[in-house]
């Protein structure tokens, strides 16, 4: 959420305003919000209260309706579109961020497995985790360890 109280979300404009600024009959405005095209908030009287967002949208739709030829349906399957996309991307950075955390923690496991496996090698034991030597070979993570447990169980 947009920690600007008067940011791009906030719903500060009434009909006549936001159809001045879009340059569209309210009655338009109107239309559109039942369409689902344009969806603004509402006052405690349950006036329509449109962003500075909501202006852009009108706008966008304004353009996609009169330069591109496209007829409202098609503009309402467009930005549902684009809604999902964006959803989409984020997901996928959400995911990309936690592969690379997880290819992070395999590199570190596999690290660990690597001296653990010198030390074998040389005949020496690794020590408890009492900050003794080789105590330290094998971090703990207890959040990674509840995450995976708890998923585990969901299967």
Known sequence: MNAD???????????????????????????????????????????????????????????????????????????????????????????HAALEDLANELESTRAVAARLAQQRRRGEAPEAASGAPGGDLVPIRHTSVVVWQERRGKD
């Open 5 to 95: 109280p008067f940011g791009d979300d906030t719903p500060v404009y009434v009909i006549s305003v936001a159809a001045q600024l879009s340059g569209l009959h309210p009655q338009t405005l109107r239309t559109y919000d039942r369409m689902g095209l344009v969806s603004p908030g509402r006052a405690a009287g349950r006036g329509r209260r449109y962003s500075m967002r909501d202006i852009v949208m009108l706008r966008e739709i304004q353009r996609l309706s009169q330069e591109e030829g496209i007829n409202l349906s098609g503009i309402k399957h467009i930005l549902e579109l684009q809604r999902e996309n964006v959803m989409l991307r984020e997901q996928l950075a959400k995911a």
